[in-house]
């Protein structure tokens, strides 16, 4: 068999060539006799599952999702500040500075226009592989079941991606006869609750004929497995039940032409229930096929006795960046051929060869002040719910002693914001003063890079306006360890994970917090998450002799909050956190305070150390759903608006 990953190109050529010429969302295109050909036998119709593939194969870029480049995660150069164009299609960044608009909409996947996929296009393809797959007379009814059961995981997956961005969308269950009428062709959106039970009903159809794990690891990675569909099915429910789909007031009057309401603005708790039988069902499944939370166990090539702050740190790390095969966690990654291939955007410069090197890495994903606020102390606790951590005085300077070699540099001054945070903060984010272990530094610890990022003359300074962070923060969770930015920049690359295992832990915690569970049948859920971190469990942490809120756990309110904090620390850059503001309806609180980084041309700390407004964002509550664009409204009348647009 051939590997799915050789053959993307040809997936290209083959979209390319089925795809019509005519703007609707579901017609059948009129080229039969290629349809013929791409089913004529098993190879053939092999080659067309993976055109099915491709387009989640072009989902590689994490900042061409609005899940990462508009949660307000990571900031980006804007056209008035510092330009750069190389590589990277700045569409969703600049979203958060008001250029949305319902006549060009940005990251169109509606359409596949401004940096979107054609979802729809995706879907007509699936569609046509589950039309024509009884064709090949030489294909067997295992592998037959398998790819069916693989399409309709990929068919309900893209329908997903759409009612994240737009909510009620129209279902395309079949593709309709190229002779069918306009009228035909003039889809309406269908109901949220519809959208979500077709998508359930397809993943519930699928995951029995899927692989629980790819044994052929070789050729098949990447490939749909049952422990993947299980995943999705649980975020879908998770997703139903949240506040943007459930019970939103906000939407009372988004109806068909027809009448049709198509939110419910009645909040249903049931669906709470539905959302954790499945994540129940999902983690039982993951667990029983053996995925554990990733830890990290120190390679031949480093200290005997590697001090546990590393290993703690590389723990998280290697959770995100180690290889498939190895990491336990990982239920789903960007396929194998498309390694996350933008690590230089989160790398510093680190020596004096990566600082005359600096066309290698440009590092300007930025991570804002508010980001980097949101990790724990080395308690466990949000910094201003903790008695032992000076909050008020955050941005004073300190030195770092000995105490604190592995996270921050011995005899370097920085701010206390710096000091006292849990190990995830450490391996989330690199700032000034900051120990970065690896590198092709991997022998004394002690002695280990470190970022320096004070002006224009430090190695991670501002140099000129393509290769400046301009926040002083990189999201260093985003760069394999054994990457190396010297006099050149050596990638050791990794698979960007769509769902790990920490993910289930925390949607099944929050699914049951939202059902009403008492605390104590939530926290082990959470407290699983945390021990990995290395910080104390819920309960140990909140208590009357470290925080100021000691009950906070116990009230259903007060649980929700940590669930919240812990899923956006948890999978902070992962694309996740983005979503969930969305269906938690907290973006709109996130995006009302200006973005802020430090003074990066100053080369003083007393003057570093002063927060600046990067930019305010620009978010209302008609930016929750991505508008459709005019256009389509005028060629099919049956379509309508999103509020607000």
Same mark, same amino acid.
């Given at each position: 068999m051939k590997s799915l990953y050789s053959k993307i190109i040809f997936a290209v050529v083959m979209v390319s060539s089925i795809a019509s010429c005519k703007k609707y969302l579901n017609v059948t295109p009129d080229n039969v006799g290629t349809i013929d050909y791409a089913f004529r036998n098993r190879n053939e119709a092999e080659n067309y599952l993976f055109t099915c593939y491709s387009t989640l194969q072009q989902l590689q870029n994490p900042w061409l999702d609005g899940g990462f480049s508009t949660s307000g995660e990571i900031v980006f150069p804007g056209q008035n500040e510092i330009n750069d164009t190389q590589g990277i299609k700045a569409t969703g960044f600049n979203m958060m500075r008001g250029t949305q608009t319902s006549t060009n909409p940005g990251l169109n996947y509606w359409d596949g226009n401004e940096d979107g996929q054609a979802m729809f296009n995706a879907i007509r393809r699936c569609n046509t592989m589950l039309e024509n797959i009884d064709k090949p007379i030489d294909l067997g009814d295992t592998e037959k079941r398998r790819w069916i059961a693989e399409v309709k995981f990929l068919k309900a997956y893209y329908h997903f991606y759409l009612f994240r961005m737009y909510g009620p969308i129209p279902i395309t269950d079949v593709n309709l006869p190229i002779n069918s009428s306009i009228e035909e062709t003039r889809v309406k959106r269908k109901p949220v609750d519809s959208v979500v039970n077709y998508m359930v009903k397809l993943l519930d159809e699928a995951t029995p004929d899927l692989p629980t794990q790819i044994q052929n690891q070789t050729q098949e990675l990447g490939r749909i497995t049952s422990l993947i569909s299980r995943a999705v099915k649980a975020q879908i429910l998770v997703a139903a039940a949240s506040p943007l789909f459930n019970g939103n007031t906000d939407y009372a009057g988004l109806r068909n032409k027809d009448g049709q309401q198509l939110f419910s603005v009645q909040k249903d708790q049931q669906k709470w229930d539905r959302a954790a039988q499945a994540c129940d069902e999902a983690l039982k499944a993951c667990l029983a096929a053996g995925l554990r939370l990733h830890t990290f166990i120190p390679t031949a090539n480093m200290p005997a006795n590697l001090p546990q702050e590393l290993v703690n740190v590389l723990s998280f790390q290697t959770a995100i960046t180690d290889k498939w095969e190895q990491n336990t966690e990982l239920i789903w990654g960007m396929a194998p051929v498309f390694g996350f291939g933008k690590q230089e955007r989160c790398i510093p410069r680190l020596n004096a060869?990566?600082?005359?090197?600096?066309?290698?890495?440009?590092?300007?994903?930025?991570?804002?002040?508010?980001?980097?606020?949101?990790?724990?102390?080395?308690?466990?606790?949000?910094?201003?719910?903790?008695?032992?951590?000076?909050?008020?005085?955050?941005?004073?300077?300190?030195?770092?002693?000995?105490?604190?070699?592995?996270?921050?540099?011995?005899?370097?001054?920085?701010?206390?914001?710096?000091?006292?945070?849990?190990?995830?903060?450490?391996?989330?984010?690199?700032?000034?003063?900051?120990?970065?272990?690896?590198?092709?530094?991997? %022998?004394?610890?002690?002695?280990?890079?470190?970022?320096?990022?004070?002006?224009?003359?430090?190695?991670?300074?501002?140099?000129?306006?393509?290769?400046?962070?301009?926040?002083?923060?990189?999201?260093?969770?985003?760069?394999?360890?054994?990457?190396?930015?010297?006099?050149?920049?050596?990638?050791?690359?990794?698979?960007?994970?769509?769902?790990?295992?920490?993910?289930?832990?925390?949607?099944?915690?929050?699914?049951?917090?939202?059902? %009403?569970?008492?605390?104590?049948?939530?926290?082990?859920?959470?407290?699983?998450?945390?021990?990995?971190?290395?910080?104390?469990?819920?309960?140990?942490?909140?208590?009357?002799?470290?925080?100021?809120n000691p009950m906070k756990y116990t009230s259903q309110a007060g649980l929700r909050q940590i669930i919240h904090q812990e899923r956006r620390i948890e999978l902070a850059f992962e694309c996740i956190p983005g979503w969930d503001l969305r269906r938690w309806k907290e973006l709109q609180t996130v995006m009302a305070k200006p973005m802020q980084g430090w003074s990066i041309f100053d080369d003083q700390s007393v003057n570093y150390y002063r927060p600046r407004n990067l930019f305010v964002p620009v978010f209302s509550t008609k930016d929750y759903l991505w508008p459709i664009k005019a256009d389509n409204l005028a060629v099919n009348p049956n379509l309508v608006q999103n509020p607000f647009w």
């Open positions: 060869a990566a600082a005359l090197n600096i066309n290698s890495a440009q590092g300007t994903f930025a991570v804002p002040i508010a980001e980097q606020e949101l990790f724990y102390t080395n308690n466990g606790l949000p910094i201003e719910e903790d008695k032992t951590w000076d909050y008020r005085n955050r941005y004073t300077l300190q030195t770092a002693g000995t105490a604190d070699q592995y996270y921050v540099h011995n005899g370097y001054e920085t701010v206390k914001a710096h000091f006292k945070r849990e190990p995830r903060f450490y391996a989330s984010i690199a700032f000034d003063g900051g120990v970065w272990y690896g590198n092709g530094q991997l %022998g004394d610890p002690a002695n280990a890079n470190y970022v320096q990022a004070r002006g224009t003359t430090s190695f991670a300074g501002p140099k000129d306006g393509a290769h400046t962070n301009i926040s002083g923060y990189w999201p260093k969770k985003l760069v394999n360890y054994l990457t190396v930015y010297n006099d050149r920049l050596s990638y050791e690359d990794f698979h960007f994970p769509l769902m790990r295992l920490s993910d289930l832990y925390l949607l099944y915690a929050e699914a049951l917090n939202e059902q %009403g569970k008492n605390y104590s049948e939530v926290l082990p859920y959470i407290d699983e998450v945390r021990k990995r971190a290395k910080i104390p469990t819920v309960a140990d942490a909140w208590t009357a002799t470290l925080s100021t």
